[in-house]
């Protein structure tokens, strides 16, 4: 049984950091391009930041380039996003998800095989 269970949420002021981390186990992650969206109500989940599956392509928002990274541990089965300077527009649930042997990373949520079940972040005063 695949799971991925995201954590590291919660409340952050604006311009703090947070990591928000998650775990992955039923399947080999070093086969899969790993990726970080977020939703907010009434929007469509939107891509944040993506790693191919060995690790030598990264992608990210706009609206995140040079405040968030991606990183991966494939011998944890572990995919990580450092969010810095932080903004109340980034509020939002954090998914991660998994897309199989992928060289490029995938920016579409429906090129995604499997998905966690989310962590809040909100970042407010």
């Known amino acids: 049984q695949v799971q991925l269970v995201e954590s590291g949420g919660g409340l952050v002021q604006p311009g703090g950091s947070l990591r928000v981390s998650c775990e992955v186990s039923?399947?080999?992650?070093?086969?899969?391009?790993m990726g970080w969206f977020r939703q907010v109500p009434g929007k469509e989940r939107e891509f944040v930041a993506g790693?191919?599956?060995?690790?030598?392509?990264?992608h990210y928002a706009d609206s995140v380039k040079g405040r968030f990274t991606i990183s991966r541990d494939n011998g944890k089965n572990t995919l990580a996003l450092q969010m810095d300077s932080l903004k109340p527009d980034d509020t939002a649930v954090y998914y991660c998800a998994a897309a199989w042997d992928r060289v490029l990373v995938p920016t579409a949520p429906g090129e995604y095989n499997y998905w966690g079940l989310g962590t809040q972040v909100t970042v407010s005063s």
């Open positions: 790693v191919n599956w060995i690790s030598t392509r990264t």
């Open positions: 039923g399947l080999a992650l070093s086969k899969y391009a």
